[in-house]
Nanobody
Framework: QVQLVESGGGLVQPGGSLRLSCVTS????????FRWLRQAPGKGREGVAC????????YYPDSVAGRFTISRDYAKKMVYLQMDNLKPEDTGLYSC?????????????WGQGTQVTVSS
């Protein structure tokens, strides 16, 4: 059974940092691309980072480029999202998803998410 479980969310002041973790089970990290998704209150879900199967190939929208970093730990079977210089508009429910390509829109597996709130 495949499971993706996120953690690391919380309340942080603007300008602060958080590192989100996604622990995986029942899945081979090398087989999948991984995307971090964000759903802000009253808005649709958007991708904020994607790591392809090719080591070092990552993708970010302009809204988070230079502030967010996605990474993997193959030994621990985990995917991370380092978020720096957080802004109030980064508030939302963050979840990780496994998909066959960063160019795809459909996800094979996804987790329940962890809440991030950026507020003073």
């Amino acid at each position: 059974q495949v499971q993706l479980v996120e953690s690391g969310g919380g309340l942080v002041q603007p300008g602060g940092s958080l590192r989100l973790s996604c622990v995986t089970s029942g899945i081979t990290l090398e087989t999948y691309a991984f995307r971090w998704l964000r759903q802000a209150p009253g808005k649709g879900r958007e991708g904020v980072a994607c790591s392809s199967q090719t080591p070092g190939s990552t993708y970010y929208p302009d809204s988070v480029a230079g502030r967010f970093t996605i990474s993997r730990d193959y030994a621990k079977k985990m995917v991370y999202l380092q978020m720096d210089n957080l802004k109030p508009e980064d508030t939302g429910l963050y979840s990780c998803a496994a998909l066959l390509s960063c160019h795809n829109r459909a996800y094979d597996y996804w987790g329940q998410g962890t809440q991030v709130t950026v507020s003073s």
